[in-house]
């Protein structure tokens, strides 16, 4: 509705605008009579004895021009509605029933384990330069000595000594030792399980379409044409170039729009929305726990005493006897000559070198201590939830659509003619004035 009144409007204003530019706008023809129209011979020339004076004259012309005119008018149309409706359902509840169940899991435990990593710290390098220094040296001079001495000189005398020496020895002895050895036992275990079954279900659901609906609607159209109309004449200036009575006035044509409006109906396609339900089957699937029954072998281990025999190795001590010799030392005075040295000091220059310290990051590699995660298997007992189905019976409320008839306020643009007057320019020329003789 709203896009057929658009175009209406684009019409009649595109109409109303051609129909403005062909009375205002200039469209307005000349006539082959506004011409100078041919001079008869005049029996004798007439002398102006004065100029002749044109001065401009206003006329108002009246024309009639199509204008919209909007008003608004009263339709039906259908619009849906909703209303609540209480509708009531069984659907099936899965309901949780407890009971203890034995299970066995992996515990993660850690042990250390020594790794190793790079790690940044700081040294002190040392960087040297050279200094100039005076110092005090002191000079040996040796110069050579008599005198005496005293020396030890070695005696070696042989001497018979007794040591111990702990000689090993086998000996072979009885004892007994614990044993362990695995028993295998059978033993029937229970355990649940939960078995997927396949179910079909029926729901209803509210499907929503968009249906196409023909209706009438009622438009204005202009059909009207151009017609050639003769406006107010235009006096001429002369005829001749000079001042004659043979001058005649000049008619103008103008194109005029006639309009006719005209009211047509059209049909026009809108859609609605229309809501139904409709029953579909969809598949659940449901766990149901089922107890299975399987035989496992157990292992466990028993201890028994064995008599073994074993060796011990025992160390018994034995007394030997051997002859080492034995040295002692006797004083001896000998002369002998020695040098002895004397010091004198002297001052001297030495280049030495000077001992800087720079800090620099290093890296070095450190042990360190990671606790390595591994698994054990530990039994426990666990509180496992069965799934029992339920039904349970429930009410919603659910919004039922229909359709319903209302009046709306509609707008609607009518062409309308309506009579205008526009002031036009022309030029009158005065008489002729002769010169008396």
């Known amino acids: 509705m709203k896009k057929l009144s658009f175009v209406v409007v684009a019409v009649t204003a595109m109409i109303g605008t051609q129909a403005s530019a062909g009375i205002f706008g200039g469209l307005c023809k000349k006539s082959k009579c506004c011409e100078p129209a041919p001079c008869e011979v005049a029996p004798a020339p007439v002398t102006c004895c004065a100029p002749v004076k044109c001065e401009p004259v206003y006329k108002e012309v009246e024309c009639t021009v199509m204008v919209p005119k909007w008003e608004t008018v009263t339709k039906t149309v259908q619009c849906t509605e909703y209303k609540p409706e209480q509708k009531t359902y069984t659907r099936t509840v899965q309901k949780m029933v407890p009971r203890m169940e034995k299970r066995t899991c992996e515990v993660t435990k850690y042990k250390t384990e020594m790794k190793t990593r790079e790690e940044c710290y700081t040294v002190c390098k040392p960087v040297t330069r050279e200094v100039t220094e005076k110092f005090m040296v002191a000079v040996p001079h040796t110069k050579t000595v008599k005198g005496t001495k005293t020396i ?26 614990v044993m362990c050895r695995p028993v295998m036992t059978e033993k029937e275990v229970e355990y649940c399980v939960m078995v997927p079954h396949t179910e079909t279900r029926t729901g209803t659901r509210v499907v929503t379409e968009c249906v196409p609906v023909t209706k009438t609607q009622t438009v204005c159209v202009d059909e009207g044409h151009w017609e050639e109309r003769q406006v107010a004449a235009k006096p001429c200036s002369t005829g001749c170039g000079e001042c004659t009575p043979c001058c005649t006035p000049c008619p103008r044509v103008c194109k005029v729009w006639v309009p006719k409006v005209v009211t047509k109906e059209i049909e026009c396609t809108t859609y609605e929305t229309k809501c139904h339900t409709e029953t579909y089957d969809y598949e659940v699937t449901v766990c149901k726990p089922e107890m299975h029954t399987k035989t496992v072998q157990v292992c466990s281990y028993e201890t028994y005493e064995e008599p073994c025999e074993y060796q011990v190795t025992v160390c018994k001590p034995e007394m030997h006897t051997k002859t080492v010799k034995v040295c002692h030392y006797e004083e001896k005075q000998v002369e002998c000559e020695y040098e002895v040295c004397e010091w004198t000091c002297e001052e001297r220059e030495r280049t030495c070198t000077v001992t800087d310290y720079v800090e620099e990051t290093a890296t070095r590699m450190v042990e360190y201590c990671v606790a390595v995660p591994y698994t054990e298997t530990v039994e426990f007992e666990e509180c496992v939830y069965d799934c029992v189905p339920e039904e349970v019976t429930e009410t919603c409320t659910v919004m039922v659509p229909y359709t319903v008839e209302k009046e709306v306020q509609v707008q609607v643009c009518k062409m309308v003619p309506e009579t205008r007057t526009k002031k036009v320019c022309v030029k009158a020329c005065g008489s002729c004035q002769t010169c008396g003789h």
């Open 152 to 177: 030890c000189e070695p005696v070696w005398t042989e001497k018979e000594v007794e040591y111990c020496v702990m000689v090993p020895h086998t000996e072979t002895r009885q004892g007994t030792r």
